[in-house]
């Protein structure tokens, strides 16, 4: 009965590569969100999507990729990974915009 | 932009005192959260206090908020070893774009 998860947990791939991390909430929640966690555990917001309308985009290269299929999902993909794209991805979803998240366990992504 | 700076940035207590941190924030906000994050776990949400709230109790936590001084309070009363974690205040901008500090690591000794 997790409210949100994430797959896979980790992440370990060459630089160039292409790769998707995916997110589930079944919380009932309209609100998702992609976070990037780096290795200061400062904690950055990347997207929202809202009733899978994309409410925030903040400066992220455009080799990030959300896609909301519903309400319930927000996959992340990532092309042509660099190094400096190692982090620990959290994705989290609230019922309000204004309101808590819920985050999920994260996927530490590691690239080489 | 990163909005909350938070103080200390590290803290060890023994168990059974009190633990307190301090965050401050830039910008006007809707509210302010406060979430822990165990070793390689996600963050779980604590408590959000509204920028019309002074203050806010939760189980052991106690928040405090100061708009004019653009700062906020966590208190972890009678802390115990499971408390031992990184806490993080969050500011919600106008326009619900919650901005992170960068963390307080508390380590309570038993």
């Known amino acids: 009965d997790t409210a949100v998860s994430q797959t896979p947990k980790y992440l370990v791939t060459q630089m160039g590569n292409d790769k998707s991390i995916k997110c589930e909430q079944n919380l009932g929640h309209d609100t998702m969100y992609w976070y990037k966690q780096d290795s200061k555990k400062f904690l950055k917001i990347m997207f929202s999507y809202n009733n899978k309308e994309l409410i925030i985009n903040e400066t992220v290269p455009n080799r990030f990729s959300p896609k909301s299929p519903d309400k319930a999902h927000l996959n992340l993909h990532i092309n042509s990974l660099e190094l400096g794209d190692s982090a620990v991805y959290f994705c989290a979803s609230s019922r309000r915009t204004d309101y808590e998240q819920y985050f999920g366990p994260g996927t530490r992504l590691t690239v080489t | 932009s990163q909005q909350g700076e938070e103080d200390p940035q590290a803290l060890s207590i023994q168990e059974g005192e009190n633990a307190t941190m301090n965050c401050s924030y830039k910008?006007?906000?809707?509210?302010l959260q406060w979430y822990r994050q165990n070793s390689g776990r996600g963050l779980v949400h604590l408590i959000l206090?509204?920028?019309?709230?002074r203050e806010k109790h939760s189980g052991r936590l106690r928040v405090t908020l100061d708009t004019s001084k653009k700062s906020s309070s966590l208190l972890i009363t009678a802390s115990r070893a499971a408390d031992t974690a990184s806490y993080f205040c969050?500011?919600?901008?106008?326009?619900?774009?919650?901005?992170f500090g960068a963390g307080t690591i508390l380590r309570v000794k038993s």
């Open positions: 969050a500011a919600m901008e106008y326009g619900n774009k919650l901005v």
């Open positions: 910008t006007s906000i809707n509210n």
């Open positions: 206090i509204r920028s019309n709230e």
